[in-house]
């Protein structure tokens, strides 16, 4: 079965980085296109990021210039690294994989951007 487990998040100070990561299994990782979210204390769900099988990415407005995505085929992970952040980029993280159109989520990782 598919499976995502996010890992990495904590608490960080504004201006600092953190990588989170998301180990997927179940499915043929290189061959899919996965993405990152982010859903903040009272507020809904929202995408940050994605790559595709090729390594192609995109971002979000707010993350770009200051977060990178990348994935690591032999690992079957895909990473989200964050810099410059923000006391706004607080969020507990999900990674999200669709494979033969269902969506997969992961159970989320909580990153705390606080002085």
């Known amino acids: 079965q598919v499976q995502l487990v996010e890992s990495g998040g904590g608490l960080v100070q504004p201006g600092g980085s953190l990588r989170v990561s998301c180990a997927a299994s179940?499915?043929?990782?290189?061959?899919?296109?996965m993405s990152w979210y982010r859903q903040a204390p009272g507020k809904g769900r929202e995408w940050v990021a994605f790559i595709t099988s090729d390594g192609s990415t995109n971002y979000a407005s707010f993350v770009k210039g200051r977060f990178t995505i990348s994935r690591d085929n032999a690992k079957n992970t895909v990473y989200l690294q964050m810099n410059s952040l923000k006391p706004e980029d607080t969020a507990v993280y999900y990674c999200r994989a669709r494979v033969g159109g269902i969506e997969y989520w992961g159970q989320g990782t909580q990153v705390t951007v606080s002085s």
């Open positions: 179940g499915f043929t990782f290189s061959s899919y296109v």
